[in-house]
């Protein structure tokens, strides 16, 4: 038995089986390469679902994690420490926001920017007790706690963990004349993706950030971001909703903001809309401590001085028109932004994950969607070359399976 065998057969065992993984054991990892515990080589075209934009193990990010371990990791918030401060001020500044309120986890954030939502619209906007509602979209994955699932239109995400959070509703994704329909004085907010990334990374209709934005604006609701995924550099821009020149009022942040060092998460957004939380109402031990805080500041400082962003832009058109290149009979279509890209195959493809473990067996790790999308999302250190190394490796198993 291989190292590989042993270790999912421990994790087989012993762990709930509520994931479906490719079969690689990962021990180490370097930029946009990780290594097994058999010592195969293979490139991460995952990137831990956009947590790790830094690339893997990022050096300044290893570098001020152990220094800061070594001084101070955790305080809760019944003490301040001395990197909240800096790391609020720095996210705000680079953002554009006036406040932020860091929380650890995507789902985390999401809550929060739920209940601050609710509570603006209820002490802000005037609505009735209880009567707030939140307009989503089908296809959305905001999370999997039980107040997120309860507005998730997959059932695999909701079956058996009813009931389920009331004052939702759920619209078509990009269709604009339905959120125009559903608006009325109890709507306190708009929650959306700017792209769709469980759904097979999926952008809306050129207009409909901009429109959502004149709605809301129309309306006195809040627009909601969620670029957990999206953001920070993913799509060649900080923010994926900068394509249409919006400015939500508030915006989800997670993953890529520690570089895929620890959990952070946090939300965005002005004075009117944060200032609706009193001490006490909401918060969490983890929350803003010391040692998340400083390899987050880090995390930024390498996105922005290391010109990811730009990076991301100019080596996604590239990637793109090389994958669009590939004549194979099971693609059906490439769509994406920046370097967060969906291979969209067709029916008779026999599904996306057959091509993932057969780029796995070739060294090169990816990740199926909703059974017929490949998802592609290196970390944003990668290079001309290494792209170029990856899609001849893709078209050689797309044309081949």
């Known amino acids: 038995m291989s190292k590989t065998q042993e270790y999912i057969a421990l994790e087989d065992s012993y762990g709930a089986h509520n994931y479906h993984p490719l079969d690689v054991v990962v021990s180490r990892a370097d930029g946009v390469w990780v290594w ?16 790790v934009n830094q690339g893997h193990c990022h050096p300044r990010l290893v570098k001020v994690m152990a220094e800061q371990m070594c001084r101070v990791a955790l305080t809760s918030r019944a003490f301040r420490n001395d990197q909240l401060g800096p790391f609020c001020k720095e996210v705000c500044e680079l953002a554009g926001y006036a406040r932020m309120l860091p929380m650890n986890t995507g789902a985390e954030a999401v809550e929060t920017a739920v209940k601050a939502a609710r509570k603006w619209g209820y002490t802000v ?8 509602e939140i307009i989503v979209f089908a296809g959305n994955f905001h999370g999997r706690t039980t107040t997120i699932v309860s507005f998730s ?5 909701r079956f058996g ?9 759920i619209l078509p994704y990009g269709d604009l004349d339905a959120v125009k329909l559903a608006m009325n004085p109890n709507v306190c907010a708009v929650l959306v993706e ?12 050129e207009g409909f950030l901009a429109g959502l934005r004149e709605l809301t604006t129309e ?3 809040l627009l909601v971001c969620d670029e957990i995924q999206s953001g ?4 060649g821009r900080l923010f994926a909703f900068e394509h249409e020149n919006v400015r939500p009022d508030i915006v989800i942040i997670g993953k890529a903001l520690s570089g895929g060092m620890y959990p952070v998460s946090a939300i965005l957004a002005d004075d009117e809309v944060m200032g609706v939380f009193k001490p006490g109402e909401h918060g969490s031990t983890f929350g803003g401590n010391p040692l998340g805080a400083a390899v987050a500041r880090e995390a930024l400082r390498v996105l922005v001085e290391e010109g990811m962003v730009e990076r991301s832009a100019e080596l996604g058109d590239y990637f793109m028109k090389r994958l669009r290149a590939i004549s194979s009979p099971h693609v059906e279509l490439i769509r994406g932004k920046g370097l967060w890209i969906g291979i969209v195959l067709n029916e008779a493809a026999g599904g996306a994950r057959r091509f993932c473990e057969a780029l796995q067996r070739d060294g090169l790790l990816c990740k199926e969607t909703h059974e017929t999308v490949i998802r592609v999302a290196p970390p944003l250190t990668i290079t001309r070359d ?14 081949a399976q």
């Open 219 to 221: 309306h006195n609701s």
């Open 386 to 399: 290494e792209i170029d190394w990856a899609v001849d490796l893709m078209a050689k198993v797309l044309m």
């Open 194 to 205: 700017p792209i769709q990334g469980e759904a097979g990374i999926v952008a809306p209709p």
């Open 36 to 51: 097994d515990v058999d010592g195969n080589k293979y490139m991460d075209f995952l990137a831990a679902y956009s947590a």
């Open 232 to 235: 920070l550099g993913r799509t």
């Open 153 to 157: 239109s997959d059932e695999d995400y």
């Open 125 to 132: 906007k005037g609505i009735a007790d209880n009567q707030a």
């Open 161 to 169: 963990f009813g009931p389920f959070t009331p004052g939702f509703r």
